[in-house]
């Protein structure tokens, strides 16, 4: 039993107002269902707050994600749930982690970052071809994260910290 709108956003589609990266994590994991209202009159003292009792089973085997990688995508695109993916992308911010992240996985693995590598270019490159890069956060469900985390690890990129 948890807090009404705790609640409602582990169970939340894509679409739903309350679609979050919380939502996305859980529902990557588990298979979430609302079972039914707790009304806050049904305790004494009542609290001030309406509850909901919620399913929650585990995905076995879990999918074979790096959950590290995949929580790094979903903060980049959480972010501003509404922008679309490649605005998401095209933050000073974001761009300096990718160019960080690209360079210390180039030297872990022995790979040469090309001398006129531009990794603004190199980021839209790979958002336009995986096809996401005018969709939202806000209406993409774990499918099209899973693809979008897998163009950028084939292009190299990593969201987490090596």
């Given amino acids: 039993m948890f807090q009404r709108e705790f609640a409602l956003r582990l169970v939340a589609k894509p679409g739903d107002s309350l679609y979050c990266r919380l939502s996305a994590n859980v529902q990557l994991l588990a298979k979430v269902d609302h079972i039914m209202k707790v009304g806050k009159n049904n305790f004494r003292p009542p609290p001030q707050v309406e509850s909901s009792v919620v399913r929650i089973e585990p995905i076995q085997p879990p999918p074979p994600v790096d959950f590290d990688e995949w929580d790094g995508l979903l903060r980049i695109l959480f972010l501003r749930k ?62 099209d994260f899973l693809k979008l985390l897998s163009a950028f690890i084939d292009a190299g990129f990593r969201f987490k910290s090596t």
């Fill in 82 to 143: 509404n922008k679309t993916v490649s605005a998401n992308f095209k933050t000073d911010s974001v761009l300096k982690m990718l160019e960080h992240n690209y360079k210390t996985y180039c030297s872990l693995t022995g790979k040469d970052v090309p001398m006129d590598f531009d990794v603004k270019q190199t980021v839209m490159n790979v958002v336009d071809n995986s096809g996401f890069a005018q969709s939202r956060a806000a209406k993409m469900d774990n499918h």
